[in-house]
């Protein structure tokens, strides 16, 4: 835009500003604006269905890949596979722990205005999931005599397995860096990259297992190899785009990050590798208990059914993850408002999706069953699983809350008991006074909530300074010092915003003379932005707070990547935006970065 313009654009706004001041009220214009979750809808919108594809792509890859090394390998391979499958979630488990621990805390360094931290976390995750997997490899290689006679007893599948397992630890590096650009790209606001990672991963399996199983014939070792390469290339394409220009991440390798304990690393990284290993004990537990039940019949259609829930989490850990990052910068910035709307809206998105699953999956139980060469009717099993959707949903999303906002022990408590105890003992109950089964899939979502409600009514009591359900200490919001609302980008809801920032800022002390500074800056910063994205819409997020005699104001932007504080570049613009040079004696510091692919700017005054 020409400085003529971007000037009888300031002309109009100060003209605005000026009618305000000379009436402005609190109660008439420092809280006519409020937040409204637009901005934020957006911003995870972009997250929501890569992630959801992601996770979805990862089961599919894996039910296609089963399906054709059983086809064509037969019964003694394809349990060759399973027998060998503790190995690769070992392999998992490690991957999640690492990565999952040091992205959390990363996203929270950003919260917290410390984006070098979260460039020694990143580099501090390559090192480790190196390091380990090599730890990994050598000692599976080295002792994989031991290691397959304790995975499987059976003579005949046993030489499959030592086979597979080899192949599996010689790719473990793949396998466990393949988080790293999983949980960063993400941080880093490129779902889009993240999605197009996982279904080369998927794709380039079922491709790869083709050609190795029926040109070349190369029985479960080139199983293995399909598996292990369409995961190198898939975190080969990670890693070069967190390698590029776009990238907010400096690649390198580093050992640790001392401003962050190891022990917060490995607390905020325990969710993840916890959900695995339950995971796997669950399959274990149940498949026990209905073979007592009902003998290999039952346990074939848990099978099934199980298989169904994996795609079940693409919705119910799907949503929570595509979350993450935002809700662990939000932590960092201790803003609750923000948080309370993006959790709303999990719920929101999240129980669309259920409904969609669960008519699905419920209509086509007699397909899913045939597909599994069943005669054991699963539609009672199914529809179970999909009520236990809308309440497993949230079970999750409170369970990755608590892990961002730093409340290990309550995420992992959620974890232990939707995924395990609460299974084995609904299951267990069931099975004791004679009732169906398959309403396990839906009473251990039941009973983990209303664990969770009284556990959190009982904490809240003992400490009434902390929120009812969601703990959060909401200090700032109950003394009225701190305020946050959303604003379009047109001229008057900017005049609007720039009062009520003037309005919070003379409730805390500031004179009259600073008031005006900071409110010509704060329009002038606004109308830079807004006029940067030409005719494209832009929204705002903005979070204005007082702590410890410091005014903080963040604003949070759509749009092109944009520091409209490089307005000094701009010789042309120094005789028009006078309210930016006004204030540089009253900030103390200012801060811009990009994150989950929208701008943020911090002003310190």
């Not at 490129?190 to 279904?199: A, E, F, L, P, Y």
């Not at 991440?249 to 690393?265: D, M, R």
């Not at 700032?476 to 915003?497: H, M, P, Q, W, Y």
């Not at 811009?592 to 002003?603: A, C, D, E, K, S």
Request: contains cysteine; neutral net charge.
């Amino acid at each position: 835009m020409e400085t003529e313009e971007i000037s009888k654009k300031g002309r109009r706004l100060r003209w605005c500003l000026g009618k305000g001041f000379a009436s402005h009220k609190k109660a008439d214009v420092g809280y006519l604006l409020g937040q409204n979750e637009q901005f934020l809808k957006k911003a995870y919108g972009k997250a929501l269905m890569p992630c959801i594809l992601s996770i979805l792509s990862g089961n599919i890859n894996i039910l296609a890949d089963g399906i054709l090394v059983g086809q064509r390998l037969g019964t003694d391979a394809l349990a060759a596979i399973n027998f060998s499958l503790p190995v690769y979630l070992v392999l998992c488990i490690a991957g999640s722990f690492i990565v999952s621990g040091t992205a959390i805390c990363a996203s929270e360094a950003i919260g917290n205005n410390k984006s070098h931290q979260a460039q020694k976390l990143y580099q501090m995750a390559i090192f480790w999931c190196v390091v380990i997997s090599l730890a990994f490899m050598a000692a599976g290689l080295l002792f994989i005599k031991p290691l397959t006679g304790l995975l499987c007893a059976d003579g005949k599948v046993a030489p499959f397995v030592r086979e597979y397992i080899g192949v599996t630890l010689v790719g473990a590096l793949p396998k466990i860096l393949v988080y790293v650009p999983f949980w960063f790209l993400r941080l880093d606001g490129r779902n889009g990259k993240v999605t197009v990672m996982m279904v080369v991963m998927g794709a380039g399996n079922v491709l790869l297992d083709v050609l190795f199983l029926y040109v070349l014939r190369w029985g479960v070792f080139g199983a293995g190899l399909a598996s292990v390469l369409a995961t190198m290339v898939a975190c080969f394409l990670g890693i070069w785009w967190l390698c590029d220009k776009k990238s907010s991440f400096s690649f390198g390798i580093g050992f640790s990050c001392k401003e962050i304990p190891l022990i917060h690393i490995l607390q905020a990284g325990s969710p993840s590798a916890m959900n695995n290993l339950f995971q796997t004990l669950r399959v274990v537990v149940v498949n026990g208990l209905l073979l007592q039940f009902g003998g290999s019949k039952v346990v074939a259609a848990f099978t099934a059914v199980n298989c169904i829930c994996a795609f079940a989490e693409s919705v119910t850990v799907g949503v929570p993850q595509a979350a993450s990052a935002m809700l662990g910068i939000y932590n960092g910035e201790h803003d609750n408002g923000s948080i309370r709307l993006l959790l709303l809206r999990e719920i929101k998105s999240g129980l669309i999706y259920c409904v969609v699953f669960s008519v699905i999956v419920v209509a086509g139980a007699d397909s899913i069953a045939a597909v599994y060469g069943l005669d054991y009717p699963l539609r009672f099993a199914l529809l179970c699983l999909g009520m236990g959707m809308f309440l497993g949903l949230p079970n999750s999303i409170l369970s990755g809350y608590y892990n961002v906002s730093g409340r290990i022990a309550w995420a992992n408590g959620i974890i232990f008991l939707r995924v395990f105890l609460m299974t084995y003992l609904s299951l267990l109950l069931l099975l004791a006074v004679g009732g169906n089964p398959w309403w396990f899939l839906l009473l251990s979502e039941v009973f983990t909530m209303l664990a969770w409600f009284a556990a959190a009514g009982i904490y809240h009591y003992f400490h009434p300074e902390y929120s009812r359900f969601l703990l959060m200490d909401d200090s700032l919001e109950r003394t009225g010092r701190v305020i946050n609302f959303s604003v379009k980008g047109d001229v008057e809801e900017i005049c609007n915003a720039s009062s009520k920032i003037t309005v919070f800022c003379e409730d805390n002390g500031m004179s009259s003379k600073q008031v005006m500074r900071i409110s010509l800056a704060i329009e002038e910063i606004m109308t830079l932005i807004t006029s940067e994205n030409g005719e494209k819409e832009v929204e705002f997020d903005i979070r204005v707070y007082s702590l410890q005699g410091v005014i903080g104001i963040r604003f949070r932007y759509s749009g092109k990547e944009y520091n409209p504080l490089s307005y000094k570049e701009k010789k042309e613009l120094d005789d028009v935006y006078m309210g930016l040079r006004m204030i540089e004696d009253l900030v103390e510091e200012t801060l811009y970065q990009r994150t989950f692919g929208v701008n943020t700017l911090q002003i310190f005054l």
